[in-house]
């Protein structure tokens, strides 16, 4: 188990450390997509899919989808779609950016989402983003990202001697006091600015046109506590729900239904664009995978219903020094599973039918979950769960793992719940009784290589009849712990014995269905 955290933290660490703008995450997330086998569609292009198919798409640069089309399609497939948000707050750089004199040169920033605007302070800050460049042979600019990978710039407190009041608390004027020095040039401005990015581009400063650059905590995640039972980072909020959608899909192989990871900007403020979850770029996609292999919109419409959706976004962890922040009879402790959050007022879009679904799959696998509630005098926060369940009627719930400090530059969250939150969608993707699986036709293999040598020891020569028994009671084992005794089982006739573990066909010249009706009279 050790190993398997560690492995766990060392790939977050990877993603988490290149996820430094959502130009950035978006990267991130195609590579490993690609890597995976998955093929990258173009949007503008007609898309053609096929049954086994893993495909990937990142419409605007910032929102990706990747998806697994399975092998065995219906006219209504099961979707199984888990979604998260690649953007947390911080500060987005204004245009004509730089304010300078003879105390220094300042970086006019806005505030991006709910930032803990202290957290911030006496931290080393760098910028990475994306800009636009002139294109003489097109309408539409050359857009390439820029990250500086290393420290240029920083918020400083100031020193208690001039503010003796400074740990009452001090407030924070995001105009004033949030704008990060970048050096002591009092000559440097726009100009110099662009030159700057230019030379991290290698591009010409007369061709960047405008940019979109995101100021952030430069620093790596560590893991810690006495046992290493704990981790920081910054952006854990939400990139750990981020590489869960992924390691899922990908790990999981799923071979049933539609399986889909939708990764959204925009999230920490409203979600309200054309590639946030309150559009329509989701169910858009979801019709042209349906159109690409000839499902009927009406057949759409009705597959949502048996349909499942989770949302994965961090959730609040009782905090040692504050336990009266949290709800009396759910607070949630590090290290103790991911949460399923519930709340009255829809703040999350967990529903009682998918819940049962997450506990049911979560115990068949032996991973650890809580579910949670806010305390009433506080209202917490929201997800995109809300706006895509609104959207698209599926069985559906908000999960992910709690954390201490949500929105601050730098976050602390538990080594064992990432580890059983990205077990979990692993099992989601993968697993099949959840989704009304109640029985198979368990065909076995027609020759067994004479000088094979099997696991038991025995030559293929000597196994060229018996393997068929063995093959179907595993095949009962597999049944019995996954459905629960609720299933059926057939198979062409096999080695004395295997009629214990199935229904039998008379040979391979009545394997149809009639010949299933004939093995029950």
């Given at each position: 188990?050790?190993t398997?955290?560690q492995?766990?933290?060392?790939?977050?660490k990877?993603?988490?450390s290149?996820?430094?703008?959502?130009?950035?995450?978006a990267?991130?997330?195609?590579?490993?997509?690609?890597?995976?086998?998955?093929?990258?569609?173009?949007?503008?292009s007609?898309?053609?899919?096929?049954?086994?198919?893993?495909?990937?798409?990142?419409p605007?640069?910032?929102?990706v989808?990747?998806f697994?089309?399975?092998?065995?399609?219906?006219?209504?497939?099961?979707w199984?779609?888990?979604?998260?948000?690649?953007?947390?707050?911080?500060f987005?750089i204004?245009?004509?950016?730089?304010?300078?004199?003879?105390?220094?040169?300042?970086?006019?920033?806005?505030?991006?989402?709910g930032?803990i605007?202290?957290?911030?302070?006496?931290?080393?800050?760098?910028?990475?983003?994306?800009?636009?460049?002139?294109?003489?042979?097109s309408?539409?600019?050359?857009l390439?990202?820029?990250?500086?990978?290393r420290?240029?710039?920083?918020?400083?407190?100031?020193?208690?001697?001039?503010?003796?009041a400074?740990?009452?608390?001090?407030?924070?004027?995001?105009?004033?006091?949030?704008?990060?020095?970048?050096?002591?040039d009092?000559?440097?401005?726009?100009?110099?600015?662009?030159q700057?990015?230019?030379?991290?581009?290698?591009?010409?400063?007369e061709?960047i046109?405008?940019?979109?650059?995101?100021?952030?905590h430069?620093?790596e995640?560590?893991r810690?506590g006495?046992?290493?039972?704990?981790?920081?980072?910054p952006?854990?909020?939400?990139?750990s729900?981020?590489?869960a959608c992924?390691?899922?899909?990908?790990?999981?192989?799923?071979?049933?239904?539609?399986?889909?990871a939708?990764?959204?900007d925009?999230?920490?403020i409203?979600?309200?664009?054309?590639?946030?979850?309150?559009?329509?770029?989701?169910?858009?996609?979801?019709?042209?995978?349906?159109?690409?292999?000839?499902?009927?919109?009406e057949?759409?419409?009705?597959?949502?219903?048996?349909?499942?959706?989770?949302?994965?976004?961090?959730?609040?962890?009782?905090?040692?020094?504050?336990?009266?922040?949290?709800?009396?009879?759910?607070?949630?402790p590090?290290?103790?599973?991911?949460?399923?959050?519930a709340?009255a007022k829809?703040?999350?879009?967990s529903?009682?039918?998918?819940?049962?679904?997450?506990?049911?799959?979560?115990?068949?696998?032996?991973?650890?979950?809580?579910?949670?509630?806010?305390?009433?005098?506080?209202?917490g926060?929201?997800t995109?769960?809300p706006m895509?369940?609104?959207?698209l009627?599926?069985?559906?719930?908000?999960?992910?793992?709690?954390?201490?400090?949500?929105?601050s530059?730098?976050?602390t969250?538990?080594?064992?719940?990432?580890?059983?939150?990205?077990?979990?969608?692993?099992?989601?993707?993968?697993?099949?009784?959840?989704?009304?699986l109640?029985?198979?036709?368990?065909?076995?293999?027609?020759?067994v290589?004479?000088?094979a040598?099997?696991?038991n020891?025995k030559?293929?020569?000597?196994?060229?009849?018996?393997h068929?028994?063995?093959?179907?009671k595993?095949?009962?084992?597999?049944?019995?712990?996954?459905?629960?005794?609720?299933?059926?089982?057939?198979?062409?006739?096999?080695?004395?014995?295997?009629?214990?573990?199935?229904?039998?066909?008379?040979?391979?010249?009545?394997?149809?269905?009639?010949?299933?009706?004939?093995?029950?009279?």
């Amino acid at each position: 188990m050790d190993t398997q955290i560690q492995q766990t933290f060392e790939q977050l660490k990877q993603t988490i450390s290149v996820s430094t703008s959502p130009f950035h995450t978006a990267k991130e997330a195609m590579r490993r997509l690609n890597e995976a086998g998955f093929v990258t569609l173009d949007w503008d292009s007609t898309w053609e899919l096929v049954p086994g198919g893993k495909y990937a798409v990142c419409p605007f640069g910032t929102t990706v989808f990747g998806f697994q089309i399975g092998t065995d399609l219906s006219d209504t497939p099961v979707w199984k779609l888990s979604s998260s948000h690649i953007d947390n707050p911080g500060f987005r750089i204004k245009y004509n950016p730089v304010v300078s004199s003879k105390n220094g040169c300042r970086l006019n920033t806005e505030v991006y989402g709910g930032a803990i605007y202290s957290t911030w302070l006496d931290r080393p800050l760098s910028i990475a983003g994306r800009i636009a460049l002139k294109n003489p042979q097109s309408s539409h600019p050359r857009l390439k990202l820029v990250d500086f990978k290393r420290p240029v710039a920083v918020l400083p407190n100031l020193a208690i001697h001039l503010n003796r009041a400074m740990n009452d608390g001090v407030a924070l004027n995001a105009q004033t006091d949030l704008l990060p020095i970048c050096g002591m040039d009092e000559h440097m401005d726009t100009d110099t600015f662009l030159q700057i990015l230019a030379n991290e581009t290698g591009e010409k400063p007369e061709d960047i046109l405008c940019f979109d650059l995101s100021v952030y905590h430069y620093a790596e995640p560590v893991r810690t506590g006495f046992s290493g039972d704990m981790f920081m980072a910054p952006r854990i909020d939400n990139i750990s729900s981020v590489q869960a959608c992924l390691t899922g899909l990908i790990e999981a192989n799923p071979s049933d239904g539609i399986s889909v990871a939708v990764l959204f900007d925009h999230e920490e403020i409203g979600s309200r664009s054309k590639n946030g979850a309150n559009g329509n770029l989701l169910s858009y996609t979801l019709e042209r995978i349906c159109n690409a292999l000839n499902i009927s919109r009406e057949n759409f419409l009705q597959s949502l219903v048996h349909s499942y959706y989770l949302s994965l976004d961090v959730a609040h962890a009782i905090h040692p020094a504050h336990p009266e922040k949290s709800d009396i009879t759910s607070a949630m402790p590090l290290n103790r599973g991911f949460a399923i959050k519930a709340s009255a007022k829809h703040a999350y879009c967990s529903d009682d039918d998918m819940t049962g679904v997450i506990l049911q799959l979560a115990a068949r696998h032996h991973i650890a979950c809580q579910q949670n509630h806010m305390r009433n005098d506080y209202p917490g926060g929201s997800t995109v769960g809300p706006m895509v369940a609104a959207n698209l009627p599926m069985c559906s719930a908000d999960i992910g793992i709690p954390i201490y400090a949500m929105h601050s530059a730098m976050e602390t969250a538990g080594m064992k719940d990432q580890y059983d939150l990205e077990a979990f969608m692993k099992a989601f993707y993968k697993e099949y009784f959840s989704w009304g699986l109640k029985g198979a036709m368990i065909d076995f293999g027609e020759f067994v290589t004479p000088d094979a040598l099997l696991y038991n020891g025995k030559p293929g020569n000597a196994m060229h009849n018996e393997h068929s028994y063995w093959y179907a009671k595993t095949m009962k084992e597999v049944f019995d712990e996954g459905a629960n005794g609720d299933y059926i089982l057939f198979q062409r006739s096999g080695c004395a014995g295997s009629q214990a573990f199935a229904g039998q066909f008379g040979g391979d010249q009545a394997a149809f269905m009639y010949g299933l009706k004939q093995a029950f009279y």
